[in-house]
């Protein structure tokens, strides 16, 4: 034993004296060789099997493709911090932070800042007053159908109902149903809606959340906490298709579940089954596709999808939030569609977000689950703690009441007529959109409808133009709509507000693609001379965003956005 030489001498002896009584040295020696031998086998047995899984998912060309990728990032990444670059970098991304203050930030004389409790509290009219001013604030116009997405309104009606309901719940908070039978009531009821209009079979169940990604974190929580009970899983996994919505990859960071990125390339953007079922392995916990992406606004090939998790024995979550009240009606309302919903028996878990076109206030969706042995799985319970038996469905304590009031009273105005006539409204405005890019002699040259959309989004790219700044270009013309990357492109997620500006919206962009075109031609014609002159900010972010192996840059960047959002 060379070790027992370095130890203290007290140990020593003791040690010396087993090891020569008798047989006991023998046996001390043998197990300790046993012992590491078996610690030697199992780390071995560890890394192969890991080894062997990542070779089974991404195959030697896509493992070979993942190191280049992570060694170009680490290198990049060390370039970043290397003693010039690194200042110059800071001061770029501090200039770039402090424009973003001065157009976020309003400043300058005649700006008042609150910045402690008004000493004195104000009258009622001076609060209001200052309300109105706050609302006022210079915007980019969604009440003119300008913005894309963000703003699901339901009408001016509804609006003023919603604002009702809240009047009548204000301090109400669900954590105590019997202080608020009512709230408990709606909640339910709100759930039981949603689920009949998911096709749920007998038993399935539901929670109402606060958004969208709190429900895609639900259904995450659920999945890995299920595989830990069930299969003793405690190196989680998750299959996305990459145009998943992020709020997945948030799952993956806070509850600690590797995420597996399945690549969704032209001519459908669709993630290939076969890529996914080569990712499964025994620690995968959840699979999930999307009806439809954000990016794109294109259902996966759910069907297969569920197929594949029935066969394999797992949870298969389907992300309707965008969806929500469009997709489950397109075919009452005469459109195509695919099969998404419970109907597929693969399917365990749906995000359905009420405040998308549910018209329902901001702060409201629900998730879904085929029977409470999934959803039990997301609660929250602590039979011993010192404040009482405590037990919440979600991550919130304390829930708003009046949200849960707004909701429901959007959803039972509305009823399946008034979504039915949304469906048609706002997915005939998208196909107008998509017609036009598809068509129109000015778009149809330089511009590419992605994939093939079918509910209320429709993306596209060029192969000829920079499509930011064609993006730029419509965001001079008073729009905002959404920049994509990898590939680059543009989306329009249609709203009731766009609804009536779509004729307006296809010809600015059919001015702005004319005007954008010419440019390019000049460009060219002055041997490419004037490339990167007057980018405007999409342009110049996904630009070099884009072109960066290393992203540390841009969440410099995006963190400087979080802070300025804190500014008084
Ligand atoms: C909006 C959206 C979400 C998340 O919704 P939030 O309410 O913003 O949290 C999730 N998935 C898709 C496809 C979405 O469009």
């Known amino acids: 034993m ?43 047995l560890r890394w192969t099997r890991k080894l062997f899984y990542q070779l089974k998912g991404r195959g030697i060309l896509g493992s070979s493709v993942d190191i280049y990728t992570y060694v170009r990032r680490t290198l990049y990444g060390l370039f970043l911090r290397a003693p010039g670059v690194r200042t110059k970098v800071q001061t770029q991304v501090a200039e770039s932070i402090l424009k973003l ?24 009219d001076e609060v209001r007053g200052k309300l109105d001013e706050l609302a006022q604030m210079e915007h980019t116009r969604w009440e003119d159908g300008r913005v894309s997405g963000a703003v699901y309104h339901g009408g001016d009606e509804l609006m003023k109902l919603q604002t009702e309901a809240f009047g009548k719940f204000t301090v109400s908070n669900p954590i105590h149903p019997d202080v608020f039978p009512g709230v408990r009531k709606m909640e339910a009821e709100v759930v039981a809606m949603v689920l009949s209009l998911f096709n749920a079979p007998e038993g399935a169940v539901g929670v109402t959340t606060s958004g969208g990604t709190e429900s895609i974190l639900m259904a995450c929580l659920s999945a890995r906490n299920k595989a830990y009970a069930e299969r003793g899983v405690t190196e989680p996994e998750m299959i996305l298709p990459e145009t ?96 998404f919903d419970f109907k597929l028996k693969g399917v365990t878990s749906i995000s359905c977000d009420t405040h998308k076109y549910g018209f329902a206030p901001k702060g409201n969706s629900t998730c879904l689950y085929r029977s409470d042995a999934y959803r039990k799985y997301q609660y929250f319970i602590a039979p011993d ?3 009482g038996v405590y037990a919440s469905p979600s991550i919130a304590g304390s829930r708003p009441g009046a949200l849960i009031a707004g909701c429901w009273a959007s959803l039972v ?53 920079d499509i930011y700044d064609v993006a730029d270009a419509m965001n001079e013309k008073g729009w905002h709509l959404n920049a994509l990357q990898s590939p680059p492109a543009i989306h329009v997620a249609v709203t009731l507000p766009i609804v009536a500006a779509v004729d ?48 540390s840059v841009v969440v410099d960047l995006a963190t400087g956005f979080l802070d300025t959002l804190y500014k008084t």
């Open 385 to 387: 703690w010192s404040g």
């Open 101 to 124: 203050e001065r157009k976020l930030v309003p400043s300058g004389p005649g700006i008042t800042r609150i910045t402690e409790l008004p000493a004195q509290g104000w009258t009622e």
């Open 2 to 44: 060379p070790g027992s030489s370095r130890l203290p001498v007290s140990l020593r002896e003791t040690f010396n004296a087993r090891k020569n009584s008798a047989r006991g040295g023998q046996l001390a020696s043998l197990n300790v060789d046993l012992l590491r031998n078996i610690v030697f086998i199992l780390f071995v």
């Open 413 to 465: 105005k509305q009823g399946e007529n008034g979504y039915i006539d949304a469906c048609h409204k706002i997915v005939g405005a998208m196909k107008k959109i998509e017609a036009a890019l598809r068509t129109h002699p000015s778009l149809s040259p330089d511009l590419k409808v992605v994939g093939k959309p079918l509910v209320s989004v429709v993306a596209f790219l060029s192969t000829t133009l």
């Open 244 to 339: 998943a919505h992020t709020a997945f990859r948030k799952a993956g960071e806070y509850f600690k579940i590797k995420i597996h990125l399945v690549a969704c390339k032209a001519p459908s953007y669709k993630a290939q089954i076969s890529s996914i079922a080569r990712l499964v392995n025994p620690n995968t916990v959840l699979l999930v596709g999307s009806a439809p992406n954000f990016p794109h606004g294109i259902i996966d090939d759910i069907s297969s999808l569920s197929r594949l998790a029935y066969k394999k024995k797992l949870p298969l979550h389907v992300d309707c939030c965008l969806g929500s009240f469009i997709i489950p009606l397109l075919p009452k309302a005469g459109f195509d569609y695919e099969p």
């Open 504 to 551: 307006q919206l296809i010809a600015d962009l059919v001015d702005v693609v004319e005007d954008v075109r010419e440019k390019e031609r000049v460009r060219i014609a002055e041997g490419g001379t004037s490339k990167g002159a007057a980018k405007g900010d999409t342009a110049a972010l996904y630009g070099v965003a884009g072109s960066l192996p290393n992203k």
